[in-house]
């Protein structure tokens, strides 16, 4: 037991990475295909803004780097098993790459927040997912035409919101946890 804990310690970072990586895969799992749209509800994008609070900007990048080039390469990580390029230029690409400009532009201004709060925690989260939703829309309008709001933003709209205030709980009240023990 003494070597595990030991390991632990000196691999912190390597081991919440991991941690971070599968829950972002078990994340994508978890999805909802709508018959009128070629856009999934998934979890992904809570996992994705998650691991932007919680890990410094440069890990959170790699985190999610890692994400996509394990789908890239063949590795059937994302929603609907979609893999290789193709998941990439197919219509919903735009959304895996809006994962990591959010995770690198949520973690900046996560971590220049000067006195954190519940609202400024879920207004980061808001614009997390509009960082995603847009760069993932430019990509599907090219796919569905004039009907990408309908078809990739609308329907969204209620689970945005939803999570957007699980993550403020988590994230919230992780930070007061933390507080009471430090």
Known sequence: MIKYSKFLKE???LV??????????????ISIDLVFSPVPITLQ?????LIAFLFEKRLSVIIIL????LGLFGFAVFAGSKVGL?????????????????????SI??????????????ILFILGHLIISIIGLGKLYFHVGDRFLELGFYPFLP????????????????????????
Request: proline residues 1%.
């Open 16 to 29: 919440t990475s991991f941690i971070a990586l599968v829950s972002l895969i078990i994340a994508s799992k």
């Open 11 to 13: 691999h912190q970072k």
């Open 86 to 106: 193709s998941a990439f230029t197919g219509a919903t690409g735009g959304f895996l790459i809006g994962f990591l400009i959010a995770a690198y532009l949520i």
């Open 45 to 49: 994008t809570l996992a994705v803004l």
């Open 109 to 122: 201004i996560n971590e220049r927040l000067i006195k954190p709060s519940f609202l400024s925690y879920f």
């Open 66 to 69: 890692t994400y996509l080039l």
């Open 159 to 182: 689970g945005l919101f939803i999570k957007s205030l699980i993550g403020t709980f988590i994230i919230y009240y992780r930070e007061r946890i933390i507080k009471l023990f430090t």
